[in-house]
């Protein structure tokens, strides 16, 4: 679930509105698959969404200027 958080929170970031919001849709439906089976805490499940979403904020904002201002984007 993190890793589609991560994907979700970089296209919103980007105005990928669609991409990002079938993203998001998937984590979610991983997250609550996971907790069914009993394979994972809720706990557990949103603890990897707060990581997986702040990681991508992280990311967006710190390496995003320097890699436009390296690559003319």
């Known amino acids: 679930m993190m ?3 991560i994907f979700a929170a970089s296209f919103l ?3 990928y509105i669609k991409t990002g919001l079938a993203f998001f849709a998937l ?5 609550w698959s ?3 089976l009993g394979v994972h805490y809720p706990v557990d499940i ?3 969404a707060l ?3 702040g990681t991508a904020i992280c990311v967006g904002r710190i390496l995003r200027p320097r890699a436009n201002s390296i690559f003319g984007l």
């Open 3 to 5: 890793f589609m958080m």
């Open 13 to 15: 970031q980007g105005r």
């Open 27 to 31: 984590a979610l439906a991983i997250g």
């Open 34 to 36: 996971r907790i069914y």
């Open 46 to 48: 949103a603890g990897g």
């Open 51 to 53: 990581i997986g979403v």
